[in-house]
């Protein structure tokens, strides 16, 4: 996957500079201790021009996961925005994922860093697990303890334990892992929100040791609207088998659905379950469409 070519325009600290001609600092505290904050949004095509879906909402979580682990944050979110704006203009791009990064400057002790750098990247990226449904594992790998990190930051360290996660049920041949928490209830997909649906209604883990999602939120929102209940609820790996069907959500994954986990198989069709609803709706939502809720 090529992420920028020699025309690429990113934005770092203020300035609009061509990728090829940036450079980072190989002392930096982010690079060495994966002490840093990120954020992955996306952008969409919509009939009232580009738009960047929920985007004061990720900036607020940009902001709000720095203040978690205690990187100094003084960036004004509403830049932030016009920046990412113009780079997808600059970049001609039209249905793009988007990616802020706040790093640390060198500071090899365990400290806070004297200076924050903030980037922000975007290229074309489609369905990040694709749109097929997909076979899932229960990870090896748990949730990190929320005792050890903060859980609800999007730290950039955090994510060795979803590169191990996903790596290790790829091996395997699965599409995607589901982790457990500490207690092995079911907690989130190395890089999604997870929900099932049983009888008629929606459920997913509540926040403890997950990182409750914008989407996630979405899918509450959502499920008001259509009068979909949605509940937050202490999931067990025995909730899988009684469930009719399950999927993911994320801003890169948008909600695409589960085939099966580990040997439970989900008979029902994609198309008749509560997700699939939930997924036309979110596409029309994210695209603007009028009357979204019923364009389903
Ligand atoms: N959990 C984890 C661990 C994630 O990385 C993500 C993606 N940001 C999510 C959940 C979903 O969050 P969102 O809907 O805000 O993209």
């Known amino acids: ?36 904050v990120f954020e992955g949004i996306r952008a969409y095509q919509t009939h009232n021009g580009i738009r960047v879906f929920k985007a004061k909402e990720h900036f607020e979580r940009l902001k709000q996961s720095c203040e978690l682990i205690n990187i100094p944050y003084e960036f004004d979110n509403e830049q932030l925005i016009d920046a990412t704006y113009k780079i997808l203009e600059v970049n001609h791009l039209k249905n793009a994922y988007i990616r802020p990064l706040v790093f640390c400057s060198p500071n090899m002790s365990l400290t806070r860093p004297a200076e ?34 903060k859980v609800e930051a999007k730290a950039t360290g955090h994510y060795v334990n979803s590169i191990l996660a996903t790596t290790e049920a790829k091996d395997k041949g699965y599409d995607e892992a589901l982790l457990l928490d500490m207690h092995e209830n079911i907690a989130e997909a190395p890089g999604a929100n ?10 997913t883990p509540p926040p403890g040791s997950i990182l409750p999602g914008i989407t996630r939120a979405t899918v509450f929102e959502i499920g008001q609207i259509l009068g979909i209940p949605v509940f937050e609820k202490t999931l067990t790996v025995a909730d899988i088998q009684t469930a009719q069907s399950a999927f993911f959500c994320g ?17 029902a069709d ?13 596409k029309n939502l994210v695209l603007e469409k009028e009357n979204y809720e019923v364009i389903i």
């Open 1 to 36: 996957m090529q992420y920028y070519n020699s025309e690429t325009v990113l934005y770092l600290n203020g300035k609009f500079l061509k990728a090829a001609e940036t450079q980072t600092d190989l002392y930096g505290q982010s690079l060495h201790y994966g002490y840093g």
């Open 116 to 149: 924050v750098s903030v980037m922000i990247c975007a290229w074309d990226w489609g369905a990040y697990l694709g749109n097929n449904l997909l076979k899932v594992c229960i990870s090896s790998f748990q949730r990190p303890n929320p005792k050890s990190v």
């Open 270 to 282: 994609w198309k008749d379950t509560l997700g699939a609803t939930i997924q036309r709706t979110y």
């Open 194 to 203: 997870f929900f099932l649906e049983k009888d008629g209604c929606l459920f």
């Open 251 to 267: 801003t890169a994954a948008e909600i695409v659905g589960i085939k099966s986990i580990d040997d439970k198989v989900f008979v």
